[in-house]
C-alpha cells in the first residue's frame, strides 16, 4: 500500500512538473512593451538666414544617439560662406569679397511625442567656430593661401524648435527655426561683429530610430 502511495506522489509531482513546463512554453505572463529603444542616425541639412544683415545659404551635418525616441545627443557642424561688396579693394582684388568658416560643437535635442509621425524637438548647439574674409572671384586660390591669423574664432549657442515628420523607422524629415548667438569676431581692417540672427532650416535624417523594439505578442490559448 505504501509503495503505491509513493507512486502516485511522484506521478503527481512529474506531471505538475511538465504542466509547468508546457505552460511556460506556451505563454507570456509578464510583458509591460515599456522597454527602452534606441538609435542612431546622421543628418544633413540646408539653413538660409541671415548673416551681416544679408541673407545667406549654410549647410551642416551631425551625428546623433537618440534615447527612447525622446532625446538626441550628439555632434554638429555647419558650414559659412557669404558673399559681400568689396569695400577693402586694397587688401582685396575684384569687386566681391566672401566670408567663410563654420562652427560646430556638442547637440541636444529633447523630443515630444516621439513616437507619432509627426513630433516636436528642441535642438541646441553649443560650442565655437571660426571665419575669415577672402576673395570671392578667385576663392579656391584665396582659401589656399589663407594663415592662421587671418582667422578669427567665436563662441556660438544656437536653440531651435523642429518639426519632425517619421516617414519610416529609418529616415526622418526635420524642418524648423534656429536663432544663432555668437560672441564678437574682429578681422581688421573690417569692425568688429559677430554672426547673430535667425535662419530656417530643412534637413534629412538617415539611421535607425527605434532599435531594439519589442514585436506585438500574441497569447496562445
Keep these: 500500500m505504501k509503495k503505491n502511495n509513493t507512486i502516485l506522489i511522484i506521478l503527481l509531482i512529474c506531471s505538475a512538473v511538465v504542466a509547468q513546463t508546457n505552460e511556460t512554453d506556451t505563454y507570456v505572463e509578464f510583458d509591460d512593451r515599456n522597454n527602452v529603444v534606441h538609435g542612431f542616425y546622421v543628418g544633413f541639412g540646408a539653413q538660409y538666414g541671415r548673416i551681416k544683415k544679408e541673407g545667406a545659404f549654410s549647410g551642416n551635418i551631425k551625428i546623433a544617439y537618440v534615447a527612447n ?20 579693394p586694397n ?12 562652427y560646430g560643437g556638442f547637440h541636444i535635442e529633447p523630443i515630444l511625442f516621439g513616437k507619432k509621425f509627426v513630433s516636436v524637438s ?27 591669423d587671418d582667422f578669427d574664432g567665436f563662441f556660438v549657442v ?34 568688429k561683429d559677430n554672426l547673430n540672427g535667425f535662419s530656417v532650416v530643412v534637413g534629412l535624417k538617415i539611421g535607425v530610430f527605434n532599435l531594439g523594439r519589442k514585436k506585438p505578442v500574441k497569447d496562445n490559448f
Design 69 to 88: 525616441q525622446k532625446l538626441e545627443v550628439g555632434f554638429g557642424f555647419t558650414g559659412l560662406y557669404r558673399e559681400m561688396d568689396n569695400t577693402n
Design 91 to 102: 587688401i582685396f582684388r575684384g569687386d566681391k569679397i566672401a566670408l567663410i568658416g563654420g
Design 122 to 148: 528642441f535642438p541646441v548647439l553649443i560650442g565655437g567656430g571660426g571665419v575669415a574674409y577672402t576673395n570671392a572671384d578667385k576663392i579656391e586660390d584665396e582659401t589656399a593661401e589663407l594663415e592662421e
Design 158 to 191: 544656437e536653440p531651435g524648435i523642429n518639426l519632425l515628420y517619421n516617414f519610416t523607422r529609418y529616415t526622418q524629415l526635420e524642418t524648423g527655426i534656429r536663432y544663432r548667438f555668437t560672441s564678437d569676431y574682429e578681422l581688421p581692417p573690417f569692425e
